[in-house]
């Protein structure tokens, strides 16, 4: 046999791998096995694949890139190897074993086993072989005792058990042995790292760890697709195409089945009856013919087929009330469509609030309909969100972005680039006033010595175009806290811009961060967000922000984040401010930092103002400490008050 030339992009990676799942590259899971496939093809990896029953689907009636035949092994079908019927666990493992064996892999990657009902000891079965085994979390089945989503069920934190509400529900499980199927995944997974575990989200990831706290580490990978083939396109030549109307904006939606509940169908139905005339609704997927007033595309597994019928649409809906990631709502980015979605699991990673799309509480029918009627009543703003998602998509998830994920997980180099995941309030201060301490800062203005970096030393220069009055001490302060604290940043009151660019700028420029910075940014003002939104794109730092239009008590209903510092700048009479720290003290960790705004302005003496005020009273009751003032701010970082007597 002629011998294969070795074709990896490093020597470091995996010479040959196999992917192990039931069925292949069907639904969901499989369509982002069949692409995580062919990012291993492009690193230059031997791959193939194992399934219990894969349909028929070829990787060529799934894949966007020629399929190299020296590295391509295909696809072995092992149908006769089902759990839980005539074989015993232990002679599907057996004989899975043997057929693993045929291909020598070094590295096996484990996706879904549900359909398959292949027994999870095959995982420790597996790296007894001496195989390095990475297992994928495609859903929730492998920290839970047998379901893909636990829903409202918290059963999964503390022993899932015969008590199961949906034990009847796919995939199935005898009440009987949900105990034991719980307690399997905490031994195989809490027990010495060597199986691997890769998320397909942070939401994912966070499920896991909490689940099973004694696993040792979980990575996220988020999926991608083919940036050349998933794009915008002509919507009238879409629509002449696949027979869709004209004459009115086209909401497109998608599930694998819109019998699932999770899918989110019941408010789809009352969205659509809300919408009907003045809307049309599209979907790919099974069962959509069944939702009045759907028009059904049927169900695809062809990219090329997909992206047309996204270039059809002028907004993506995502219905589904639990998400590990969303890959329908990633592609409809990376199609530059907007999305309105209910904020739901890793939608919240693909979607931009204001910037990309809206997210939405779920469940809030209402909200979906009054967010999609707003923007297909603004076309700039339609527009806007169009090309920001293109473009925060192709950053993100484009393929090439995914096996850049891949190749530095495989050669044991964990994902780099800025905010710490979890966050960590890391802003270094000493009280004495002149402490020489190196990489701290004493809390009052700092000499010319103490600059970060020269963009640091000129920051106030560089964005004093930007709208938003501040100072130099000001500006300064934020990109220094945000360059230590700045993995979760907080602004309330984001008026135009400024600021937040200071505060991304300062967290992007420390090199020592391992994720992405986070920022969320709050304005009760329509302006101020439209302003913002525009700015942060303007600065390509749109991509790392979450915009939330309303108050601070609104936004901590709907988000559950964080932060690792806090700017406040929002309403500055007495009581907005009062409102303010009393629901911040209530929800920041002991030592976050704080730099509330408009503290020295003159205007507070005048009664005009009560943001003194209301900062003192708040220290005075021990919620927080005085760290010294900056231009017109305070910076405070937070305690924990002392208990009532």
């Keep these: 046999m002629k011998p294969v030339p070795d074709k990896r992009r490093s020597s470091d990676l995996p010479k040959r791998l196999l992917f192990l799942n039931d069925v292949s590259f069907q639904y969901g899971a499989g369509i982002a096995q069949a692409r995580q496939v062919e990012c291993m093809l492009a690193l230059g990896i031997e791959t193939g694949v194992l399934a219990w029953s894969p349909g028929g689907i070829r990787l060529e009636d ?31 493992i057996k004989g899975l074993l043997l057929e693993v064996a045929r291909f020598h892999p070094s590295v096996i990657i484990v996706g879904n086993l549900h359909a398959a009902h292949w027994p999870l000891r095959l995982l420790t079965a597996l790296r007894d072989m001496g195989c390095r085994v990475l297992t994928f979390l495609h859903d929730a089945y492998l920290f839970t005792g047998r379901c893909a989503y636990p829903g409202i069920c918290r059963l999964y934190l503390t022993g899932c058990n015969e008590t199961c509400p949906t034990a009847d529900h796919y995939p199935k499980l005898a009440p009987a042995l949900i105990a034991g199927a719980w307690q399997l995944r905490r031994e195989i997974f809490g027990g010495p790292r060597d199986i691997e575990v890769v998320a397909n989200s942070h939401w994912s990831k966070k499920m896991f760890q909490t689940a099973l706290p004694a696993c040792h580490a979980v990575e996220p990978i988020h999926l991608g697709a083919d940036e050349f083939v998933f794009q915008p396109g002509d919507r009238h030549a879409a629509r002449k195409l696949l027979g869709l109307p004209a004459d009115k904006p086209v909401v497109l939606c998608a599930a694998v089945n819109f019998q699932e509940e999770r899918k989110g169908c019941r408010y789809l139905r009352e969205i659509i009856e809300a919408l009907k005339d003045d809307v049309t609704f599209a979907a790919f997927g099974h069962n959509a013919q069944e939702i009045p007033g759907l028009i059904g595309l049927g169900y695809h597994v062809r990219a090329d087929k997909l992206a047309t019928i996204y270039q059809t649409a002028d907004l993506f809906l995502g219905a589904a009330t639990e998400e590990a990631f969303g890959q329908t709502v990633m592609e409809a980015q990376l199609c530059g469509l907007p999305v309105v979605a209910f904020q739901a699991g890793g939608v919240v990673e693909i979607v931009r609030n204001e910037i990309t799309g809206r997210l939405i509480p779920i469940g809030d029918s209402a909200g979906v309909v009054d967010a999609i009627r707003s923007l297909l009543a603004d076309p700039l703003s339609l527009a806007n969100a169009s090309t920001w998602a293109r473009q925060f998509a192709v950053s993100r998830f484009a393929m090439w972005a995914q096996e ?21 309030i890391a802003y270094p201060l000493d009280e004495t006033e002149n402490s020489q301490q190196a990489g701290r800062h004493r809390p009052s203005w700092p000499g010319a010595e103490t600059f970060i970096s020269e963009e640091h030393a000129q920051i106030f220069e560089k964005t004093s175009r930007l709208p938003g009055w501040q100072t130099p001490a000001d500006s300064f302060k934020l990109y220094e806290m945000a360059y230590y604290a700045g993995d979760v940043i907080l602004e309330i009151g984001t008026f135009g811009g400024r600021s937040a660019t200071i505060e991304l700028r300062g967290a992007l420029a420390n090199p020592a961060r391992t994720r992405r910075p986070q920022f969320y940014g709050i304005d009760i003002q329509d302006a ?41 700048d929002g309403d500055h009479t007495y009581e907005g401010v009062v409102a303010d720290l009393k629901a911040l003290s209530a929800y920041l960790k002991t030592g976050t930092p704080i730099l509330v705004h408009d503290f020295v302005n003159h205007d507070n003496a005048a009664g005009k103002l009560g943001v003194k005020k209301a900062a003192l009273e708040w220290e005075g009751a021990g919620h927080g400490r005085f760290m010294g003032c900056f231009g017109c701010s305070a910076l405070y970082t937070t305690l924990i008050p002392p208990p009532i007597r």
């Design 62 to 92: 799934v894949a966007t890139r020629p399929i190299d035949p020296d590295l391509w092994l295909g696809i072995r079908e092992v149908n006769h190897l089902e759990g839980g019927k005539a074989l015993s666990d232990d002679a599907v």
């Design 404 to 424: 850049e994920r891949w190749h530095r997980y495989l050669i044991g180099c964990r994902q780099t680039g800025t905010g710490h995941n979890p966050p960590t």
């Design 528 to 568: 101020s967000i439209t302003r913002t939104r525009q700015i942060l794109a303007d600065e390509k730092l749109g991509g790392h922000c979450h915009l939330f239009h309303g108050n601070l008590q609104g936004f901590l209903e709907r988000w559950s984040i964080t932060p690792t510092m806090v700017f406040l």
